[in-house]
């Protein structure tokens, strides 16, 4: 589970701090998957990696909430409750987006459908492209797959679809919980589209 201290909640929750760093010897949460936040909410992490101290940037510390490299030392001391050799070790990078603290398809972002549910699904993404004169459904997601999290006027370039279109379908896309969108207006896929794209991947 991730958990921030609440004094960092509110700038999570208003996407200012988009990256965290911990002192951890193992990726102990998984790129995609969306996690419980104690008095949070849920965050859904887009990417983890190691990453050398030493080698942290300026902006990365901003973006994990500190305004100078000192603050994010200290910090980061204080939860490894121990020294720290910033020059030689290494720390786990997450970067991640705000979800919200209740959502009531949780469970359908995660992906925990059962097989008719998710052959609901799939019949109504086809149906989507059948009834459109372009299909744009598995182009849409295999593409915020890839490269986001995306905001809207990338998508609008990206797919070649006039603003208003877009922005329809996007509306679609979220109402069957296959993507999400944090406080920046920025849209990443869930779970349960990663599941969605390896069937009709298949196809």
Known sequence: MLSFKPKYHE???????????RDWKTLN??????YKSSNLGLLRVLDVSFKMLAD?????????????????????????????????????????????????????????????????????????????????VVKTLMLIEKKGPLKIEELEKSIRMTPDAVKMNIRKLKELSLISCNSKRCYSITPLSLKILGILKKK
Request: a negative charge; proline letters at 3%.
């Open 56 to 136: 942290i940037q300026p902006t990365e510390i901003k973006r994990s909430g500190f305004k100078s490299l000192q603050d994010f030392k200290d910090s980061y001391e204080e939860s490894a409750r121990r020294a720290v050799d910033f020059h030689t070790e290494s720390a786990v990078k997450i970067e991640f987006e705000y979800l919200g603290e209740d959502i009531e398809n949780k469970k359908m972002l995660m992906g925990r459908v059962t097989p008719m549910e998710l052959f609901e699904i799939r019949q109504k993404l086809l149906t989507l492209d059948e009834k459109s004169a372009s299909p744009w």
């Open 11 to 21: 700038e999570i929750k208003t996407g200012t701090i988009t990256v965290s760093f």
């Open 29 to 34: 949460v998984q790129k995609n998957k969306i």
